[in-house]
């Protein structure tokens, strides 16, 4: 029997893209395109495993093993620190990660700064790389209210088009990172299904520079 090689997508339309680059990679599994709400779909005869995960718990499957491969936002990386290998940039999925603030905020750099954000650590490593101190208030969504009703001065969050801060009257005071998605994978899977994962990293690769020509 081959070896399975099970790989977490993230749910959503990010995923759905980043499943056509496994299916081009040689890696097909047309059951996942039925509309369901099944959340695993495996090929044997190509001996590979999808399942469906929340983004931002691609990088927790992978890092624990239940997962050989996934792909997870650099935000989630970076807030998260996962023991795992990222192997590609895979180019998709772009934003930034920034601090927003209402159009009419004028920074007080004598007074501490109350951040809004779902990504602590990179607001927390951000601000003390300026040496500034910080409030930060842990919000799980909706992040852009809060300067709005005055919990806080500033919001450390994603903006991709930039239509949810122009609509609730903030705007972008610094960039903090350019984020995307990239392919990790499990350090040991990594040694034990080298060539699987191998041909997934040379093929993607490969049908990157494609679309960049
Ligand atoms: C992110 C982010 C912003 C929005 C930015 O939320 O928190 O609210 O996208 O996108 P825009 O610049 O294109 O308007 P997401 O939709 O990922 O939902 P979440 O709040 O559940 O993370």
Redesign the pocket.
Known sequence: MKTMLNVALPKGRLGEKVYNMFDQAGFPCPSILENSRKLIFENEECGVRYFWVKPSDVAIYVERGAADVGVAGKDILLEYNPDVYELLDLDIGKCRMAVAAKKDFRDDQQKTLKVATKFTNIAQRFYASMGRDIDIIHLN????IAPILGLTDVIV?????????KENNLEVIDTIVPISARLIANKSSYKFKNQQIDKIVSDIAKQMEGKND
Request: net charge negative; proline share 0%.
């Open positions: 969504g909706s992040i852009e969050d994603i903006v991709e088009t930039g239509t949810t801060l």
